[in-house]
């Protein structure tokens, strides 16, 4: 019986985490989410406005009751704008039962394997990690890939407008020349005035949905421009190069960092990789560690002081641009 419940718990948690992914390419889903964003400037316009009429309601959701009762609490609510930024179509609630059901599905197979509370302790602890860590892998690679996009779209953009388009019209052509994901970001906006949003809130809506500082800067520059008046066109190409000149600060850094960088993987990885080949070679003396209390307790801090020095090794190699 044991083993039966292992097998149904392992197989429920891996088809859980594959809908979560299969789920997050559907691209026609993720477009009928963020057609939504018609009214309201926040984060609560974008959960509650799901009711606009001529939008099709979203594929049902496996573990719809559970989202819908997560959906109700702050923590569940927080994830939204994370996970529109990240490009996946989930709900907070139903990334929030994601969470659950990986944690619940975890801990259990690791007690029912070891009946250790610790072990199911660490277990439950890896659960919650998966889903956020694939959440926020999404969210960064995304971020990252609209960041490096943004001046060659700002560079059509001025072109465009100093052979005589408009600010709409050179945003369409934009949307047209350039890959995804900033092609349908900036199709979106045209969408949006087009359906009668003023201009200005759309450019709000693109800088909330993408959640980075080079769009708040170009936004904020754009509102100010159009409210104003102005030559557009300069500042535009002055924008694309303020934030080239950051992607090259970028690049200088993480390439001066990445002999610290790889020194801090190396000291992570070499007790577990010395563990695990001295495991192999002579079981009876690290039995020692794993099986008595006095190995078990040293273990614990070995570990502890080991995650103290991974984040550390992060916060001195952090640097924010």
Not at 291 to 298: A, I, K, N, R, V
């Amino acid at each position: 019986m044991p083993l039966l419940l292992l097998i149904c718990g392992a197989i429920v948690f891996v088809l859980a985490l594959a809908y979560a992914i299969w789920l997050s390419r559907k691209p026609r889903e993720l477009e009928e989410r963020f057609e939504r964003l018609v009214e309201g400037e926040g984060a609560t316009d974008i959960v509650e406005v799901e009711g606009v009429k001529g939008v099709r309601p979203a594929v049902r959701f496996p573990l719809q009751r559970l989202s819908q009762m997560l959906s109700k609490f702050g923590w569940a609510k927080r994830y939204e704008l994370k996970l529109i930024a990240a490009g996946i179509p989930l709900r907070g609630g139903e990334f929030a039962s994601i969470v659950i059901v990986s944690l619940i599905m975890l801990a259990t197979i690791s007690w029912l394997v070891s009946k250790n509370p610790l072990v199911a302790l660490g277990a439950a602890l890896v659960g919650w990690w998966l889903p956020h860590a694939y959440l926020n892998w999404r969210y960064v690679s995304r971020r990252t890939l609209l960041e490096n996009q943004l001046a060659d779209a700002l560079t059509v953009m001025s072109a465009a407008i100093g052979a005589g388009f408009g600010f709409i019209q050179s945003m369409r052509l934009a949307a047209e020349q350039l890959p995804p994901p900033i092609s349908d970001e900036l199709e979106r906006v045209v969408r949006l005035s087009s359906m009668g949003m003023p201009t200005e809130q759309a450019l709000q809506q693109l800088a909330l949905r993408v959640q980075s500082y080079d769009y708040d800067m170009t936004v904020t520059a754009m509102v100010i421009q159009l409210r104003r008046g102005g030559n557009l066109t300069r500042l535009l190409n002055t924008i694309a190069e303020t934030i080239r000149q950051r992607i090259d600060l970028r690049g200088e850094i993480s390439a001066a960092t990445a002999q610290a960088r790889l020194s801090g993987w190396v000291l992570i990885a070499l007790p577990i990789v010395v563990g695990g080949i001295a495991s192999i070679l002579n079981w009876d003396y690290m039995q020692r560690l794993f099986m008595t209390p006095q190995g078990q307790t040293l273990l614990k801090l070995v570990i502890g002081w080991q995650l103290l020095g991974i984040i550390w090794i992060r916060q001195l190699l952090k640097l924010e641009l």
